[in-house]
Nanobody, 122 residues
Framework: QVQLVESGGGLVQVGGSLRLSCAAS????????MGWFRQAPGKEREFVAT???????????DYADPVKGRFTISRDNAKNTVYLQMSRLKPEDTAVYYC????????????WGQGTQVTVSS
């Protein structure tokens, strides 16, 4: 069983930056596909970013169009942690951000964190 705990959310002004962290326990973290999702009030949960193992010490990353060029996903396998660096934040980035994990590279996410609130004020 994998447990995920997000942290780093908070209130930030438009144009500011924030870094979210997701600490994982259980499982072989280095081989897990890790993702970030978000859910704004009254909206469906949406994909933000993912990082996936594709070979020896090699990972790829993919992003949703609204965050490309502003958000960066990274991971520290020694710390079993995945990060989401968010820059040039906009009011529409306001949401609860969730971390997710799966052991299946092309599969659906099996494990989810409890979420962390990000609020961008204008």
């Amino acid at each position: 069983q994998v447990q995920l705990v997000e942290s780093g959310g908070g209130l930030v002004q438009v144009g500011g930056s924030l870094r979210l962290s997701c600490a994982a326990s259980g499982g072989t973290f280095s081989r897990y596909k890790m993702g970030w999702f978000r859910q704004a009030p009254g909206k469906e949960r949406e994909f933000v970013a993912t990082t996936r193992w594709i070979g020896t010490n090699t990972y790829n990353a993919d992003y949703a169009d609204p965050v490309k060029g502003r958000f960066t996903i990274s991971r520290d396998n020694a710390k079993n942690t995945v990060y989401l660096q968010m820059s040039r934040l906009k009011p529409e980035d306001t949401a609860v951000y969730y971390c997710a994990a799966t052991a299946v590279a092309d599969g659906e996410y099996d494990y989810w964190g409890q979420g962390t609130q990000v609020t961008v004020s204008s």
